[in-house]
């Protein structure tokens, strides 16, 4: 299941699919948004379609906003002044522009040139308004979850699931993809099943797990929720570092953290394999 298929000259760098963050850095010293320039072209036309959606609705009433943006008071009043000037305010890379607890972790001042270069490669964002995006695109600051809806496109994972899905097909053909999407954005992805001809080689996702005092005999387990994003960015440094492509890949991984990859807890199922880290009850 998680060999690059025989049909292919070479492997394939294994594919990483992120989320944004909602904290985002502030201003940027790169031109206006250039939509032209953004990766994955074949996005351009629903792009256009959210952010007339979302210039229409920044000039709703104030408690309209708030619930689309999900904020209140000065955060809702720089989020509407952001959007409002999505498309004339400067820019920095995507990787820059997000400043949140997984691309802290990250630390991608701390690459090496040639790991830039593979994040570069083999990151993929999904945003609720540009829909996909790469590392180095430039980005204005804006603010538009994935789970939200805007009208008239309605909610966005569902607005950007075929275009996305459509998207990623050739990228992620019999090739590991790393799904460390959160639900939200997951949605918005709909690929070929990993048995399938022109599904991806292996679709795998993480659980970071704290083992607790075992019960009757048996192993027990708390689901971190909290700083998953935080435990998922030392992950990807790992990934890029080593091209990582299979679960066992991660016997080697040393998450600073003290989680350590338990194959026994591994689950598959018919729409990807589920690997478990997990932090030993001290």
Not at 68 to 87: C, F, H, I, M
Request: proline content about 7%.
């Amino acid at each position: 299941m998680f060999t690059i298929s025989q049909d292919e000259c070479m492997p394939k760098a294994p594919l990483i699919l992120l989320p944004p963050s909602e904290g985002k850095a502030a201003n940027g010293n790169g031109p206006a948004l250039d939509l032209a320039s953004l990766s994955f072209p074949e996005l351009t036309h629903h792009r256009e379609a959210a952010l007339i959606a979302l210039a229409k609705a920044m000039r709703g009433n104030e408690a309209a906003r708030s619930k689309l943006l999900g904020v209140k008071g000065k955060a809702l009043a720089a989020a509407t002044a952001a959007n409002k000037s999505v498309l004339t305010s400067p820019t920095m890379t995507a990787i820059d522009r997000y400043t949140g607890v997984l691309y802290d972790a990250l630390d991608v001042s701390s690459l090496s040139a040639i790991e830039r270069g593979r994040l570069n490669a083999q990151v993929m964002i999904f945003s609720g308004l540009w829909g996909l995006v790469s590392p180095e695109d430039g980005l204005p600051d804006y603010k538009l979850k994935m789970g939200a809806a805007i009208e008239p496109v309605g909610k966005l994972a569902t607005f950007w699931r075929e275009p996305i899905t459509a998207a990623l097909a050739t990228r992620t053909k019999n090739t590991t993809v790393w799904n460390l999407l959160p639900n939200e954005h997951a949605a918005a992805w709909a690929p070929a099943p990993a048995t399938s001809k022109n599904g991806p080689a292996a679709i795998v996702s993480v659980k970071f797990l704290d083992e607790r005092t075992p019960a009757k005999g048996e192993r027990t387990f708390t689901t971190v929720n909290h700083w998953n994003k935080l435990l998922k960015g030392a992950l990807v440094r790992y990934i890029i570092a080593t091209g990582a492509d299979e679960p066992a890949a991660l016997v080697k991984f040393r998450h600073p953290e003290g989680y350590r990859y338990d194959k026994s807890l591994t689950q598959i199922a018919t729409n990807g394999v589920t690997v478990c880290m997990v932090r030993p009850n001290p």
